[in-house]
Structures are given as structure tokens and as C-alpha cells.
């Protein structure tokens, strides 16, 4: 019996660990994927602007494209850094107040 409740509450702490571990590379994630889309998606607008069939201005709209992707990016990143940080600190409060 002492065996099952050493695991049985040794699989709760895991879980926790898990957590812990998961939650910031869910965030590193979601921060990749979000720089890399918004600089991508307004890029290849430009360069299919910038084709023959189009305006056939070759790097303009492709310079313009990545300018607006990095500001995107940038306002974007600060946002969800900001974010992410205010859960942190929540987080932290509430681990205090239950060790309290």
C-alpha cells in the first residue's frame, strides 16, 4: 500500500513538472510560427506584386512587403511578451498565496 500512495502522489509532482516544462515551449512555439507567418505572408505578397503579370516594379513591393512583416512581427511579439509575462507574475502570486 505505501508503494501505491508513493506513486499516486509522485504523479501528481510530474504532472506539475510537465506543466512547468510544456507552458513555455507552447509559447517559444506559438512566437516562432507567429514571426515567421507575418513576416512570410506580407513578403509574398510583395513579390507576387512585383511579378510581370502585375506591376513588374521587381523589388519595391517585396521591400515594402518586408518592411510591413518586421512591424507586424515587432508589435506583435511585444504583445504577446507582455502577455505572457502578466500570466507569469499571476502565476507566481497565486504559488505564493497557496504556500501562505
Known amino acids: ?12 509532482s ?3 513538472h ?3 516544462w510544456a507552458r513555455p515551449l507552447q509559447f517559444l512555439l506559438t512566437i516562432g510560427w507567429y514571426v515567421a507567418l507575418s513576416l512570410i505572408i506580407p513578403v509574398g505578397i ?10 513588374n516594379k521587381q523589388p519595391l513591393f ?7 512583416g518586421t ?3 515587432f508589435f506583435g511579439l511585444i504583445k504577446m511578451l507582455l502577455r505572457y509575462q502578466a500570466e507569469q507574475e ?3 502570486e ?3 498565496n497557496k504556500k501562505k
Open 46 to 55: 510583395g513579390y507576387w506584386l512585383d511579378s510581370p503579370r502585375m506591376f
Open 90 to 92: 499571476k502565476l507566481r
Open 1 to 12: 500500500m505505501d508503494k501505491r500512495s508513493k506513486s499516486s502522489s509522485s504523479q501528481p
Open 62 to 68: 517585396t521591400l515594402i512587403g518586408l518592411g510591413v
Open 71 to 73: 512591424v507586424i512581427a
Open 94 to 96: 497565486n504559488s505564493e
Open 14 to 16: 510530474s504532472e506539475v
Open 18 to 20: 510537465l506543466k512547468e
